[in-house]
């Protein structure tokens, strides 16, 4: 998708969203939403190329690195077909699995200058014995048979969990990541992103984690969608077109005042129900 008013004189930066296969959807009408952080629509209308390339996968139990591979080739293809395209201003982001694999990427890959991951997987071994709590199902299932595409259980190979787990490859991070979780999800358990949070704060990389409070795999929220949608733009603005940041970028927001402020709104919901 090209930017709106596109100038074929101009560069512009681009972002690339993933998720498995999307290539079926090429001519779909995507309508623009405030409340969706990955509108396609938003970004380009925001000056942006907005790329979707498919992820295809072997049989060799590297679902992160053949992510890399394709992303990589068809992204470069992409500066090779398109000269307006600023191959330093690049964005990569995805939700969920493609969170997960645009996590794994920020260990591996110099061709993206920021990340979004929403929800992803971190650590493969403490995935793998954790729980899909939305339907009650062990994560083992999902990694040996389904979209995990690893076939055995992490002791049957343990050097495949390891190199495709994006924390145990996060000192190659060069790029400001932004993620997120509901601190209630029931399908990526959210201390996958503390884990990463924390090893990523300790090797003094940057990383911004965001956490909505009650909310499960997607944000169901109206006012947290926005919340988020806006909080993902900005920080696209400030990496790939140099805009002054907001202090929730720079300084972050301390959990003692987060406390504060949650303490502060339960008393006046209490004073307004004539507690």
């Known amino acids: 998708m090209y930017p709106a008013d596109f100038q074929p004189h101009r560069k512009y930066p681009l972002v690339t969203y993933i998720y498995e296969r999307l290539s079926d959807g090429l001519h ?3 309508q623009p939403s405030e409340t969706s952080a990955y509108n396609q629509r938003h970004l380009s209308q925001a000056g942006y190329f907005v790329f979707m390339p498919d992820i295809v996968y072997d049989k060799t139990r590297n679902p992160g690195l053949n992510a890399v591979t ?7 293809a992409a ?3 398109e000269a307006a395209i600023n191959p330093d201003k690049c964005a990569l982001m995805g939700h969920s699995w493609g969170g997960y694999q645009s996590a794994f990427l920020a260990t591996q890959s110099d061709m993206f200058a920021a990340y979004v991951a929403g929800a992803p997987l971190t650590e493969l071994f403490s995935m793998y014995n954790s729980y899909y709590w939305n339907s009650g199902t062990p994560d083992s299932v999902i990694f040996e ?21 994006p924390a145990h490859h996060a000192q190659n991070i060069s790029a400001p990541i932004l993620m997120t979780f509901g601190d209630n999800d029931g399908a990526v358990d959210w201390h996958q992103g503390q884990q990463f949070y924390s090893t990523l704060r300790r090797m003094g990389k940057e990383i911004i984690m965001l956490v909505y409070p009650g909310e499960n795999h997607g944000l169901a929220v109206p006012a947290n969608r926005i919340d988020y949608a806006l909080r993902v733009r900005h920080f696209l603005d400030v990496y790939l077109k140099g805009k002054k940041p907001e202090s929730w970028v720079t300084s972050g927001v301390p959990f003692i005042k987060l406390e504060e402020e949650r303490n502060r709104r339960a008393e006046e919901d209490r004073k307004s129900d004539g507690g």
Do not use: H
């Open 70 to 76: 394709c992303i990589e080739t068809a992204l470069k």
């Open 79 to 81: 500066f090779e077909m």
């Open 28 to 30: 779909n009408y995507v």
């Open 145 to 165: 048979n389904g979209q995990g595409r690893m076939e055995v259980p992490w002791w049957e190979d343990p050097d495949a969990y390891f190199r495709n787990s």
